[in-house]
């Protein structure tokens, strides 16, 4: 069965504490990984997608890799405002077509 | 460009009432995807739709119901509600048949009694 799994399910940083956090899964098939940051209330806003093992991006302080069996999101000091959940996501080939499968999230506390 | 927009943004029903829920995705897009989110289980994905077709399901009872418009607009429906039915049921649309990049509305969020 395809699964994801996020660590650590908190994490609460210093302003300026750079760290990681961890996603890793077992899919048959993947098609693509993705970062989404959501906030309290809101639905989850795309962050970023990856395809393959070695493959980076970066958006601000943050920098999403992949490997063939994890990916991480490392925050490079953060702000407060950085303060959300954020999820990792797979994309599989079902029955009829892709599907996205969430892991359950980081929650990530940023304190001043 | 508006977003993906849901109603009702918050719903209270009590056990064994039906519900639905609408979706409108962001114009052009011609898929919509259903999750429910619950602290404990996080984003669990119900079903996808794409021009009217259902084409996955996830592992839910066939309590859980859904459907596509033409004009891509998307309701989903519980019948027969429980307390476990309590959550945030969010919807997702993508422009393409792939679904690479999903756009979340705000949710519905239903607490059943």
């Known amino acids: 069965e395809d699964q994801v799994t996020q660590s650590p399910e908190a994490l609460r940083l210093q302003e300026g504490e750079s760290s990681s956090l961890n996603c890793s899964y077992t899919v048959s098939g993947l098609r693509g990984l993705f970062w989404y940051r959501q906030d309290p209330g809101k639905g989850p806003e795309f962050l970023f997608t990856?395809?393959?093992a070695g493959e980076e991006k970066e958006k601000e302080r943050l920098k999403a890799t992949l490997t063939k069996k994890e990916s991480f999101l490392h925050i490079t000091a953060p702000k407060p405002e950085d303060s959300a959940t954020y999820l990792c996501a797979v994309q599989v080939l079902g029955t009829g077509g892709f599907k996205t499968i969430f892991g359950a999230g980081t929650r990530l506390f940023v304190k001043a | 460009k508006a977003g993906v927009t849901q109603t009702p943004r918050y719903l209270i029903k009590t056990r064994g009432q039906q519900v639905t829920l609408s979706c409108s995705p962001i114009?052009?897009?011609?898929?919509v995807s259903w999750y429910q989110q619950t602290p404990g289980q996080g984003l669990q994905f119900l079903f996808e739709?794409?021009?009217?077709?259902?084409?996955n399901k996830g592992n839910f009872p066939g309590r859980f119901s859904g459907r596509q418009f033409s004009n891509s607009r998307s309701e989903m429906n519980v019948s027969t509600l429980e307390l476990g039915d309590s959550a945030l049921y969010l919807c997702?649309?993508?422009?393409?048949?792939?679904?690479?990049?999903?756009?979340f509305g705000s949710g519905t969020q239903l607490s059943v009694l």
């Open positions: 990856l395809y393959s």
């Open positions: 997702a649309s993508s422009p393409g048949a792939t679904n690479e990049k999903l756009f």
């Open positions: 739709y794409f021009s009217e077709t259902q084409r």
């Open positions: 114009s052009g897009h011609r898929s």
